[in-house]
T-cell receptor, first 113, second 114 residues
Framework: GAGVSQTPSNKVTEKGKYVELRCDPISGHTALYWYRQSLGQGPEFLIYFQGTGAADDSGLPNDRFFAVRPEGSVSTLKIQRTERGDSAVYLC???????????FGPGTRLTVL | GQQLNQSPQSMFIQEGEDVSMNCTSSSIFNTWLWYKQDPGEGPVLLIALYKAGELTSNGRLTAQFGITRKDSFLNISASIPSDVGIYFCAGQGQSGGSNYKLTFGKGTLLTVNP
């Protein structure tokens, strides 16, 4: 497809479970970003990849959160031992280069019961 | 985390009216952006501003980058029902910080009554 895609669109899980959220960036985009959007708030930065490496993971809230991008394209955000406070929309964005326009995917709505 | 100060929080207007929203920050940004988000979708870029004092238009939308680089406003003229949504300002390239991280406001929810 032409845009950023994210799967699943919705994920409901129980407290303590492990979840993986997937992002397919726009083809050829080297930069990839994860943001988290809580209800009634704007998106907040989590992590930035340039190619395969996480260049900035300063926004990850704690060590239960981890993200990978092994081949420099698809990225997976992994959350261990989920907590109710992790419930939010997780947005992925990609850009051609670091300072270029960021294009967002539709997000994954995560609900932790 | 830090978020920009965006106002108003919500607006309810009649079709055809003009609307204005603004955003302020305690930090200087090199770029200001305005996004629109529809339900179940990610934010979509409307206007990007790169120079202090810059005034940019995109159809019925006009935005300005404040001289101090700490504020911006967005105007929508002659509103139509499809303008409904949440509008976010975002700063990029914070002075002394990264040149890629977007810092968002909390959004302005716009409702247009036909």
């Amino acid at each position: 497809g032409a845009g950023v895609s994210q799967t699943p669109s919705n994920k409901v899980t129980e407290k303590g479970k492990y979840v993986e959220l997937r992002c397919d960036p726009i083809s050829g985009h080297t930069a990839l970003y994860w943001y988290r959007q809580s209800l009634g708030q704007g998106p907040e930065f989590l992590i930035y990849f340039q190619g395969t490496g996480a260049a900035d993971d300063s926004g990850l809230p704690n060590d239960r959160f981890f993200a990978v991008r092994p081949e420099g394209s698809v990225s997976t955000l992994k959350i261990q031992r989920t907590e109710r406070g992790d419930s939010a929309v997780y947005l992925c964005a990609s850009s051609a280069g670091t300072e270029d326009t960021q294009y967002f995917g539709p997000g994954t709505r995560l609900t932790v019961l | 985390g830090q978020q920009l100060n965006q106002s108003p929080q919500s607006m309810f207007i009649q079709e055809g009216e003009d609307v204005s929203m603004n955003c302020t920050s305690s930090s200087i940004f090199n770029t200001w952006l305005w996004y629109k988000q529809d339900p179940g979708e990610g934010p979509v870029l409307l206007i990007a501003l790169y120079k202090a004092g810059e005034l940019t238009s995109n159809g019925r939308l006009t935005a300005q980058f404040g001289i101090t680089r700490k504020d911006s406003f967005l105007n929508i003229s002659a509103s139509i029902p499809s303008d409904v949504g949440i509008y976010f300002c975002a700063g990029q390239g914070q002075s002394g910080g990264s040149n890629y991280k977007l810092t968002f406001g909390k959004g302005t929810l716009l409702t247009v009554n036909p």
